[in-house]
């Protein structure tokens, strides 16, 4: 199976063991109707991205349901979700973790991160664009909670504005928004990813920033 067959699932039934730990929201979401949803739009999202309250963050019934299966089909045919993505969605000199990447810094090299437009995002109003930037340089996190050191919070956002922010052109900050999930809220944990939100991007931004690179079309 490929991502271009997953709207194809179709789900009547949760499986009998969710693929992934389920928070209070997603068992909310999956007693709803897709009219009865109500989509994030931009405000929503730059509110609970500010307070830090990602765990209300939803996807449609129908996508949560998609995805749910999906992840129980690719777990079964390949081990694990990394196992996947390694061999489908991320650059094949990654190899198997652990990984050796060219810089310890997350995002300092090209070649040691790789952005894709969501293949499963969340719930969003449709002049919002989700993207995920996977690393195989590890980001560091507070053990205490999960989330981000303030040092890596700070890389993070570095690189956010020189590859997202500046490439928007002016008013670019107020267009973006970025994350990185709690461990404890993570469907994917054993590869390094950041969600970004980019609100009317236009497709030859999205084409830009999804570029497959390899080491020889790197210029750093």
């Not at 969003?124 to 999960?146: C, N, Q």
Request: glycine content about 4%.
């Amino acid at each position: 199976m490929n991502y271009g067959e997953m709207g194809d699932l179709q789900t009547k039934t949760l499986p009998e063991e969710a693929p992934f730990p389920l928070t209070e929201v997603d068992k909310w979401v999956l007693s709803q109707t897709d009219e009865e949803f109500h989509h994030h739009d931009w405000e929503d999202l730059k509110k609970i991205i500010e307070e830090n309250n990602l765990s209300v963050l939803k996807r449609k019934p129908s996508d949560l349901r998609r995805y749910m299966a999906w992840t129980t089909e690719t777990k079964v045919r390949y081990g694990s979700m990394t196992n996947y993505l390694l061999a489908h969605r991320l650059p094949k000199a990654w190899g198997s973790p652990p990984f050796t990447p060219n810089s310890l810094v997350p995002f300092e090299d090209k070649l040691d991160y790789s952005i894709l437009v969501n293949d499963w995002p969340y719930g969003l109003t449709p002049d919002i664009t989700h993207i995920v930037v996977w690393s195989r340089t590890v980001i560091d996190t507070d053990p205490a909670t999960g989330d981000m050191t303030g040092e890596s919070h700070k890389v993070v956002s570095d690189f956010i504005n020189r590859v997202f922010v500046d490439k928007l052109g002016p008013g670019g900050g107020v267009r973006v928004l970025w994350f990185k999930n709690w461990v404890a809220l993570q469907s994917v944990r054993s590869l390094e990813h950041i969600h970004v939100m980019v609100k009317d991007a236009s497709k030859e931004l999205l084409n830009e920033w999804t570029q497959k690179l390899d080491a020889a079309s790197v210029d750093n």
